[in-house]
T-cell receptor
Framework: ELKVEQNPLFLSMQEGKNYTIYCNYS?????LYWYRQDPGKSLESLFV?????AVKQEGRLMASLDTKARLSTLHITAAVHDLSATYFC?????????????FGKGTLLTVNP | EADIYQTPRYLVIGTGKKITLECSQT?????MYWYQQDPGMELHLIHY???????EKGDLSSESTVSRIRTEHFPLTLESARPSHTSQYLC???????????????FGNGTRLTVT
């Protein structure tokens, strides 16, 4: 059974600071997704990481994937209030044609002025 | 831009009622999914479909049922709602082959269900 663990689950940070959210998963997979969810809203796709060493950046967010360590990171640079949201990583069940995503518990990020 | 629609957006209903949550997508995607999410919690897959007339149960046991008679439509039905069904239900879709290449799921806005 694929398990996906995120940490921290809660993150309160000040504007202008940097921080990293970690996503570990338990079995082989080479497809990892990051999503953002605002309160009461649906999920918005941020990044799709397809291979070992993949790095993607959008604005103040940068995601990377290390398939050997089964680890993805979401790095926040110089945080701003607008980044406050819950961030989920999700991993594909590898093999066969069973393309189902398993989600982590999410990291609730609060950026304070 | 993804086009996937869920109705109703909010629903408050009494115990024992039958309800159907609607989900439609206009992208011609083969795969569709239903996730259940409690407030501040992770998403759990409850049903999915590879295409017309194909439905499977997900990882989380659910008393709901689904059908896929048309590609664009994937409704979820609760025959007899209970307070334990109170949750947010998110519908999503993806292209079958595109997901293998890394295309993400596209989510609807969700239905927030309260059973009193």
């Amino acid at each position: 059974e694929l398990k996906v663990e995120q940490n921290p689950l809660f993150l309160s940070m000040q504007e202008g600071k940097n921080y990293t959210i970690y996503c570990n998963y338990s079995t082989t997979s080479d497809r990892l997704y990051w999503y953002r969810q605002d309160p009461g809203k649906s999920l918005e796709s941020l990044f799709v990481l397809l291979s070992n060493g993949a790095v993607k950046q959008e604005g103040r967010l940068m995601a990377s994937l290390d398939t050997k360590a089964r680890l993805s990171t979401l790095h926040i640079t110089a945080a701003v209030h607008d980044l406050s949201a819950t961030y989920f990583c999700a991993v594909d069940m590898a093999g066969g044609s069973n393309y189902k995503l398993t989600f982590g518990k999410g990291t609730l990020l609060t950026v304070n002025p | 831009e993804a086009d996937i629609y869920q109705t109703p957006r909010y629903l408050v209903i009494g115990t024992g009622k039958k309800i159907t949550l609607e989900c439609s997508q206009t992208m011609g995607h083969d795969k569709m999914y239903w996730y259940q999410q409690d407030p501040g919690m992770e998403l759990h897959l409850i049903h999915y479909s590879y295409g017309v007339n194909s439905t499977e149960k997900g990882d989380l046991s659910s008393e709901s049922t689904v059908s896929r008679i048309r590609t664009e439509h994937f409704p979820l039905t609760l025959e007899s709602a209970r307070p334990s069904h109170t949750s947010q239900y998110l519908c999503a879709s993806s292209e079958y082959f595109a997901l293998r290449e890394g295309s993400p799921l596209h989510f609807g806005n969700g239905t927030r269900l309260t059973v009193t």
